[in-house]
């Protein structure tokens, strides 16, 4: 099993529609959890942190179930411009960074 | 600030030919310091991680090899490379609270 996995899709979503992932990890002493974005051809970047409260930035809530071990990524009222893949990572011991395989968004007209 | 540099950006090499993407960070020190790969449409495939000078863990059996002979940096290399070397390879550090890549290499074997 991976310790970090995500569902890698496609999600073809409408615009306006709003579309979840999730991520599931399997080290239970992780510490930290990150959703980034990467565009095609580029290097990802952070989105946003994923705290055990939950924490919103504008349209994207992300949140973090520690007893269940998984971290998930809602986007409400996709924007076309929300097309990209959107990956998940997780701090371990000493601050080693493990990255789940993406999950790819596409929002069509 | 802290930075990280990654180059070259675009790399086309002959199939047994040598390899060495050479990754650099400023403003830390002692950074844990990354390198992966990702196929067209893929995810981040972790090559190699590196703790500290000499300090080389790798992750997967392949055709690669990487060192780090100084603090901040982070050297990839092969000897011969094969078709399957193709890829987008990206250098990355991270603090305990954000992960920072480079620009990415986009290899190219033929």
């Known amino acids: 099993r991976k310790e970090v996995e995500q569902d890698p899709g496609p999600f073809n979503v409408p615009e306006g529609a709003t579309v979840a992932f999730n991520c599931t990890y399997s080290?239970?002493?992780?510490?930290?959890f990150f959703w980034y974005r990467q565009d095609c051809r580029k290097e990802p970047k952070l989105l946003m942190s994923v705290y055990s409260s939950g924490n919103e930035d504008g349209r994207f809530t992300a949140q973090l179930n520690r007893a269940s071990q998984y971290i998930s990524l809602l986007i409400r009222d996709s924007k076309l411009s929300d097309s990209a893949t959107y990956l998940c990572?997780?701090?371990?011991?000493?601050?080693?960074?493990?990255f789940g395989g993406g999950t790819r968004l596409m929002v069509k007209p | 600030s802290q930075t990280i540099h990654q180059w070259p950006a675009t790399l086309v090499q002959p199939v047994g030919s040598p390899l060495s993407l050479e990754c650099t960070v400023e403003g830390t020190s002692n950074p844990n310091l990354y390198w992966y790969r990702q196929a067209a449409g893929r995810g981040l495939q972790l090559l190699f991680y590196?703790?500290?000078?000499?300090?080389i863990s790798s992750e997967v059996p392949q055709n690669l090899s990487a060192s780090r002979p100084q603090d901040r940096q982070f050297i990839l290399s092969s000897k011969k490379l094969l078709l399957s070397d193709s890829g987008f390879y990206l250098c990355a550090w991270n603090t305990n609270t954000e992960a920072f890549f480079g620009q990415g290499t986009r290899l190219t074997v033929v």
């Open positions: 990572v997780v701090y371990n011991a000493g601050n080693m960074l493990t």
């Open positions: 080290n239970s002493a992780s510490q930290s």
């Open positions: 590196s703790i500290g000078i000499d300090q």
